[in-house]
T-cell receptor
Framework: SQTIHQWPATLVQPVGSPLSLECTVEGTSNPNLYWYRQAAGRGLQLLFYSVGIGQISSEVPQNLSASRPQDRQFILSSKKLLLSDSGFYLC???????????FGQGTRLTVV | AQSVTQLDSQVPVFEEAPVELRCNYSSSVSVYLFWYVQYPNQGLQLLLKYLSGSTLVESINGFEAEFNKSQTSFHLRKPSVHISDTAEYFCAVSALNRDDKIIFGKGTRLHILP
């Protein structure tokens, strides 16, 4: 069966520090991968999505970047965090646009 | 590009009363439509989806949604809600392209009143 792992579950980082959130998928190959940010009143905002290794689409200009070094690994990064980067980050995968998306348990990031 | 509008950020409803959560979408191409549910302190789960065929789709826990192409809507309904339905509900859309992204609405928080 397929599983998705996202870590850490919670993270407190000072302003200006770097960020690396990792997401891995098991039990499938060539998945579509997504990073979303969930904020109160703003729903799920798509940040990045990837349809293959090294293929990253950025949806919102921001202080974050994403990479896909391996087929089932998706990393969300920042060189210098801002206070506004605080939020709940969700990784997800799907086999295609008609297929359901499976979500990780999320990372609660607090920038202080 | 596709977009999703969920007009109601919160919907309070008494237990055993009916509920409708509204979702409208915008797209220049044909789409797939989804409803996801997020229970408190949990991740998102698929509730139901419309891909093609019958415009009325149902979930196993009594929810249903109807695809209305002319009104570009995909409203979620349940004839009688339970306290366990307390959650946030997200409508989502993607285009008929395998590699298209999934776009979510802002969510509707369903409050069940005793």
């Amino acid at each position: 069966s397929q599983t998705i792992h996202q870590w850490p579950a919670t993270l407190v980082q000072p302003v200006g520090s770097p960020l690396s959130l990792e997401c891995t998928v098991e039990g499938t190959s060539n998945p579509n991968l997504y990073w979303y940010r969930q904020a109160a009143g703003r729903g799920l905002q798509l940040l990045f999505y990837s349809v293959g290794i090294g293929q990253i689409s950025s949806e919102v200009p921001q202080n974050l970047s994403a990479s896909r070094p391996q087929d089932r690994q998706f990393i969300l990064s920042s060189k210098k965090l801002l206070l506004s980067d605080s939020g709940f980050y969700l990784c997800a995968w799907s086999r295609g646009s008609r297929m359901r998306a499976f979500f990780g348990q999320g990372t609660r990031l607090t920038v202080v | 590009a596709q977009s999703v509008t969920q007009l109601d950020s919160q919907v309070p409803v008494f237990e055993e009363a009916p509920v409708e959560l509204r979702c409208n979408y915008s797209s220049s191409v044909s789409v797939y439509l989804f409803w996801y549910v997020q229970y408190p302190n949990q991740g998102l789960q698929l509730l139901l989806k419309y891909l093609s065929g019958s415009t009325l789709v149902e979930s196993i826990n009594g929810f249903e949604a109807e695809f209305n192409k002319s009104q570009t809507s995909f409203h979620l309904r349940k004839p009688s809600v339970h306290i366990s339905d307390t959650a946030e509900y997200f409508c989502a859309v993607s285009a008929l392209n395998r590699d298209d992204k999934i776009i979510f609405g802002k969510g509707t928080r369903l409050h069940i009143l005793p």
